[in-house]
């Protein structure tokens, strides 16, 4: 799997009167951490690129490929949510086949794909089990699984391991990045903790008020002074 660039150019869309507008470029292969304030946009632009919301201006480009007009299912994309990835009635085997076949017609082949999927996130011998009798942790896993079995070249993850204890969520983001490196596909991940972001990023953009006001190298981003509104978002002060 090759990773596609994820590209928006003053992708804006208005909102109860208050405009947004989102500037990214992200390279194939890479993993952008959002960061911002509550409120500042990280999920809309997560939106935007997996086109659950339209732009109403600008351009999004997913490779080199227009995405504007682009339906959800059409697009290159799989996004894991902080939480209910998963349909409670289906056992997870079935849960994780949806990601490949949404009408549900398994063949052997593609019962394979997804032990195969399990077993890379550490759930080997989950299949029959049901999403209520698993953690929080190992429902997210799965959400990952269903993203690993379809295949799509760019993954975005909404905060998927806010709820997780700080060692857990620690070992998720790792297994993320292992992920990201055997598949080669680029990743943009929200979360509210800097030193993630800093941990697994290669490239870190800040939003602040409906804006992404700065993006960079995540090496050193966040000691930058000339970034409006990160120290006082790092609680460092002006
Ligand atoms: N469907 C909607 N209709 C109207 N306003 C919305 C809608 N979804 C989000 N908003 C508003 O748009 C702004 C950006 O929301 P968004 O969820 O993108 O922020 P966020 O940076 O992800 O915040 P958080 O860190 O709290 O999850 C917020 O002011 C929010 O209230």
């Known amino acids: 799997m090759i990773g596609q660039s994820v590209s ?23 993993i952008a951490a959002l960061i911002g304030p509550s409120g500042a946009g990280k999920t809309t632009l997560l939106n935007l690129i997996a086109g659950f919301e339209r732009i109403e201006e600008g351009a999004i480009r997913i490779g080199e490929a227009d995405m504007s007009k682009t339906d959800p299912a059409d697009r290159p994309v799989s996004m894991v949510f902080q939480e209910n990835n998963l349909f409670s009635h289906l056992d997870i085997a079935t849960n994780v086949l949806l990601g490949i076949r949404p009408r549900l017609s398994a063949d052997t082949g593609d019962l394979a794909t997804v032990s195969a999927a399990l077993e890379r996130v550490g759930l080997t011998g989950f299949e029959r089990r049901m999403p209520g009798t698993l953690s929080g942790g190992e429902r997210q896993r799965v959400a990952i699984a269903r993203a690993l079995v379809r295949r799509r070249p760019v993954l975005l993850l909404d905060e998927p391991f806010a709820a997780l204890g700080p060692r857990l969520r620690r070992d998720m983001l790792l297994l993320v990045k292992q992920l990201q490196i055997e598949t080669g596909m680029t990743v943009l991940i929200v979360t509210h903790q800097p030193q993630e972001a800093a941990d697994i990023a290669d490239e870190i953009i800040f939003l602040d008020a409906g804006k992404s006001v700065a993006a960079g190298p995540a090496e050193g981003f966040f000691k930058r002074k000339d970034i409006p509104g990160l120290s006082d978002y790092l609680g460092h002060g002006e």
Do not use: N, S, Y
């Open 8 to 30: 928006l150019k003053a992708a804006t869309l208005e909102r109860d009167g208050h405009r947004m507008v989102f500037d990214a470029d992200i390279a194939p292969g890479k």
